[in-house]
C-alpha cells in the first residue's frame, strides 16, 4: 500500500498534519485436554489506523479493509470526527524522536517448523525420541499430573504463537516499521482434597525455545 498517497490525500482536503498506523498479524494457538487437542484455531488480522488535524482539531480513522479506496475513507473519518471534537485546547500530532534504537524482536526460526508438523506432534504421531520444541506441551501436561497426587486434571495446556508487523509514518517523514513473533506456554492444574478444589494457572512468553525449561 502506498502510504505516501495517504498524505497527498490529507493536504488535499485540508489536514495540516496526520499520522498513519499499519498492523498485521496471524497467530496460531493448540490446546489438550486429556492428551487430546480440545481446540486448534489459526487468525489472520489486518487493520489500519489514522489521525490528525483539521481545522485545528484532532481527529481520527480506522479500518480493516485494505482497498484502493481505504486511505480516502481515513482521510474523510479524520475530518469527520475532528467537526465533533468539542476539546478546545490546540491539537498537534507528535513528530517523532530524534532517534531510535534498532532492536530485534523477530526469531525468524519459530514461524519455519511446519504446521502439520506441530499437530503431529500433539497427537503423538511423531516418536518421543527427539522431543523437540513442540512436543514440550505435551510434557508440560504430563507433568502437572504427576506433580502431585491431588491433581485431578490439567487445565488449559496451550501453545500459541503470534507473528505481527507495524509501519508508523506521519507528515513530517516519521517511517518506522516493526516486526516480532512470540509464543507462550499455558497450564493450570486441578486439585481437589477431600470436597476442596483449587485451580491454579502458570505461563511463559518467550521466542526462544531454547530458554524455556
Known amino acids: 500500500m502506498n502510504l505516501k498517497k495517504f498524505f497527498e490525500i490529507c493536504e488535499k482536503k485540508g489536514i495540516s498534519e496526520a499520522q498513519i498506523i499499519v498492523e498485521r498479524s496471524k497467530s496460531t494457538s493448540i490446546r489438550l485436554f486429556k492428551h487430546e487437542i480440545d481446540s486448534f484455531k489459526i487468525a489472520d488480522s489486518q487493520s489500519i489506523s489514522a489521525f490528525g488535524i483539521y481545522q485545528g482539531k484532532f481527529g481520527s480513522g480506522n479500518t480493516q479493509k485494505f482497498t484502493k479506496d481505504s486511505l480516502e475513507f481515513l482521510a474523510d ?29 523477530y526469531n525468524k526460526e519459530l514461524p519455519m517448523i511446519p504446521l502439520e508438523r506441530k499437530i503431529a506432534v500433539l497427537r503423538e504421531v511423531v516418536a518421543a525420541a527427539r522431543a523437540e520444541e513442540f512436543a514440550v506441551l505435551r ?32 507528515s513530517f517523514g516519521l517511517k518506522l516499521k516493526q516486526k516480532g513473533n512470540y509464543f507462550t506456554f499455558v497450564a493450570g492444574a486441578v486439585c481437589k482434597k477431600g470436597d476442596e478444589v483449587k485451580t491454579f494457572y502458570d505461563s511463559h512468553l518467550g521466542s526462544d525455545f531454547g530458554a524455556f525449561d
Open 139 to 170: 510434557e508440560v501436561e504430563n507433568a502437572v499430573y504427576a506433580a502431585d497426587p491431588s491433581v485431578t486434571d490439567a487445565d488449559h495446556v496451550t501453545y500459541a504463537e503470534s507473528e505481527y508487523e507495524e509501519e508508523v509514518q506521519n
Open 77 to 105: 473519518q479524520i475530518i469527520l470526527t475532528a467537526k465533533y471534537n468539542e476539546k478546545e485546547e490546540e491539537a498537534s500530532v507528535f513528530k517523532g524522536s530524534e532517534k531510535y534504537k534498532k532492536g530485534s524482536v
